[in-house]
């Protein structure tokens, strides 16, 4: 048995002691807040919203499936927009879809399967493999092409799903064939992209994708960096 002299007791107390001040310590800390991404809402018209409701900065896109623009501004600016605006609380996210064509009802549509919390990661992984996607719909066939605006909606939509690669895309992420149809059959979801697409066009008076709106104002920038310089700007304090 150890007497009070010995030093290994010494030691041994001295790091209980070093242990029991960084429990303490971690026990006071802050917890951290959660990040605002995860924070996702449906407004009215049926568009996905990011962020924090009381943000000073409410940033509206208008984009399209099958806009190259609209791909080469999420692949720059998805990451930092999250990170250093939406994250921090400082910039509340609204997609809003511009309808162009078939094919792009069709991204539109299967970027919803999952609901809201799903959507950002779906709408990234679609613009992602844009080149993919748009190359099988630039290369597919006369027959395959005139499918694509005969029958139904949904009908068309699956045709253009298979056709383009977009099921086999959305299929592995994870879903099942049956969320796909889902999706597609969904005549809300329909009704609500193409009630966006009128809204854009006739209220908002978008000519182009993508278009950003910051707090109701057109923000005449088409790319990240001068989209960036706008919300720097105002974000400065008056």
Not at 200 to 228: H, I, M, Y
Request: glycine share 6%; hydrophobic share 45%; charged share 20%.
């Amino acid at each position: 048995m150890p007497s009070f002299d010995d030093p290994l007791l010494d030691r041994r107390t001295a790091v209980l002691a070093l242990s029991g001040a960084a429990l303490t310590l971690i026990a006071a800390a802050p917890a951290k807040t959660a990040a605002w991404s995860r924070t996702v809402t449906t407004s009215p018209i049926g568009a996905y919203i990011v962020g924090n409701p009381a943000a000073k900065l409410r940033l509206v896109e208008y984009f399209s499936y099958t806009c190259h623009v609209c791909a080469d501004f999420a692949k720059a600016a998805s990451l930092p927009l999250k990170t250093q605006y939406i994250d921090r609380g400082l910039v509340l996210f609204e997609y809003r879809n511009l309808v162009r064509d078939p094919v792009d009802m069709t991204a539109a549509l299967l970027a919803r399967v999952g609901g809201p919390g799903a959507f950002a990661g779906n709408h990234q992984a679609i613009f992602a493999a844009f080149p993919t996607f748009m190359d099988k719909v630039k290369k597919a066939s006369d027959a395959q092409k005139t499918s694509w605006f005969e029958g139904p909606v949904a009908e068309r939509a699956r045709r253009i799903a298979a056709d383009s690669g977009l099921a086999a895309l959305m299929r592995a992420r994870g879903y099942s064939q049956a969320q796909l149809d889902a999706a597609l059959d969904s005549e809300v979801a329909q009704a609500e992209l193409t009630g966006m697409t009128n809204i854009g066009r006739t209220a908002d008076r978008v000519t182009g994708t993508p278009s950003f709106f910051l707090n109701g104002k057109n923000a005449e920038a088409f790319a990240w960096p001068a989209l960036k310089s706008k919300l720097d700007l105002a974000l400065k304090p008056a």
